[in-house]
């Protein structure tokens, strides 16, 4: 189980405020992002994990939100994080998503996830469970997560590295979320990152991390705030044209507006997927 207790709690900035690190988590930009594409109302809404923030912005979309994760973790630690007025309309399910078509009775008018394709390697995964998203929705439903994408620079370019962030965050280029969150998956592409299954190894981060706080290459505050992203487990994160290809060759019409204003915005859109165009 890659979602512990640890790699949960590494993300809570103040558990009592129910907050969390930016960027890791969707923002409220990025949350509007996803409130633009949601169908004003439906019997049945999905989310995929337990993201608070798309929970309680989706729960307003639907008579009846079914919220599905496979970590004990994620399930304990995120549960009341849910606006008590709205917690009466949420069934909770610990189970996995490639049973998505077991847990509903109905159609969804939606399904929405964050980044939860990073979750599922290898990349040859994807298919199968676009493909039973996609029939769950053929009602005309939406389906909306936030893709984590390779910029096609970082893997062109084999001088790309921790130093090109550190650079950037140094000279106050970019701030602590941007730093954090690219460092962890960008900034060790060389030693990490196999561009042509698209995987990282997040271990073998994390060792780098280790090794280059105590040769002193990176601060302790940079060091901190790169474990505010912390995972173990192997992510899969495709170029654009890998997702938007499997997107295509599962029959999904797709769209994604560019919002502007904090770096991974570019590398992690929002996507609206239909599998028919009104
Ligand atoms: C949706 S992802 C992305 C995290 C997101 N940015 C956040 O922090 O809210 C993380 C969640 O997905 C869950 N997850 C990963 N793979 C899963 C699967 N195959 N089935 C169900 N849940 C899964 C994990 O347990 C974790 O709680």
């Known amino acids: 189980m890659d979602w512990t207790q640890k790699v949960v709690d590494s993300r809570v900035e103040d558990g009592s405020r129910h907050q969390r690190y930016p960027a890791g988590s969707p923002n409220e930009a990025e949350i509007k992002q996803y409130a633009r594409y949601l169908p004003k109302r439906c019997e ?26 496979c970590s004990a973790a994620s399930i304990e ?17 610990h189970g996995d998503w490639n049973d998505l078509e077991a847990f509903l009775d109905k159609k969804p008018g939606f399904i929405v996830g964050d980044g939860i394709f990073g979750n599922i390697h290898p990349l040859e995964n994807y298919m199968p469970l676009l ?31 921790r130093s090109t962030l550190l650079q950037a965050f140094r000279s106050g280029k970019i ?12 900034g060790y592409v060389n030693q990490a990152y196999d561009q042509k299954s698209a995987l990282l190894d997040n271990k073998k981060v994390f060792a780098c991390i280790e ?13 901190e705030i790169i474990h505010r992203y912390f995972f173990q487990g192997i992510n899969t994160i495709p170029t654009r044209s890998q997702w938007e290809g499997a997107l295509k060759q599962s029959d999904f019409f797709y769209e994604s507006h560019a919002i502007k204003g904090k770096q ?3 590398w992690y859109p929002v996507y609206h997927c239909k599998a028919s165009i009104e």
Not at 87 to 93: A, D, G, L, P, Y
Not at 133 to 160: A, H, Y
């Open 264 to 266: 991974w915005y570019a």
């Open 211 to 223: 090794s280059d706080h105590q040769e002193g290459l990176l601060s302790k505050r940079e060091y």
């Open 131 to 161: 493909h039973s998203i996609r029939l769950m929705l053929d009602n005309g439903g939406s389906f909306i997560t936030r893709q984590c994408l390779m910029p096609e620079e970082v893997v062109s370019d084999n001088q790309w590295s």
């Open 175 to 186: 701030d602590e979320a941007e730093f954090g969150l690219s460092m962890r998956l960008q």
């Open 77 to 93: 630690t995120y549960k009341d994080w849910l606006d008590p007025a709205f917690r009466s309309k949420e069934q909770i399910i």
């Open 44 to 69: 049945i809404g999905v989310v995929m994990g337990m993201t608070p923030e798309l929970r309680n912005i989706a729960v307003q979309h639907c008579d009846l939100l079914v919220s599905i994760d």
